[in-house]
Nanobody
Framework: QMQLVESGGGLVHPGESLRLSCEVSGSTSEYYAIAWFRQVPGKEREGVSCMSGSGGVTNYADSALGRFTISKDSAKSTAYLQMNRLKTEDTGTYYC??????????????????WGQGTQVIVSS
């Protein structure tokens, strides 16, 4: 069974950057798409960015486009979410998730069968 562990969250000021990491173990991760989701209290989990297992397809939420970059290091079995020019509305708990998908990725929560425990990001002045 696949395990995912996020890290890298924290408290930052607007305009600053953070890099989230998602360490994957327990399976052949290159066959799995990785996605980052954000959740705030009282709202549904929303997709922020994803990458197909092949690495050839990436998608971003409109709010993340141009500021966030998803990547992965297969040798380290780790995916990353580089978040630049952070805004207060980026605040939330960020989860990484994995779905068996080599060629595509999307933000359908039900598609992702493995989830990390989440890491909190607070953007505040």
């Amino acid at each position: 069974q696949m395990q995912l562990v996020e890290s890298g969250g924290g408290l930052v000021h607007p305009g600053e950057s953070l890099r989230l990491s998602c360490e994957v173990s327990g399976s052949t991760s290159e066959y799995y798409a990785i996605a980052w989701f954000r959740q705030v209290p009282g709202k549904e989990r929303e997709g922020v960015s994803c990458m197909s297992g092949s690495g050839g397809v990436t998608n971003y939420a409109d709010s993340a486009l141009g500021r966030f970059t998803i990547s992965k290091d297969s040798a380290k079995s780790t995916a990353y979410l580089q978040m630049n020019r952070l805004k207060t509305e980026d605040t939330g708990t960020y989860y990484c998730a994995a779905a068996r998908s080599y060629y595509q990725c999307d933000f359908s929560v039900a598609r992702y069968g493995s989830w990390g425990q989440g890491t909190q990001v607070i953007v505040s002045s």
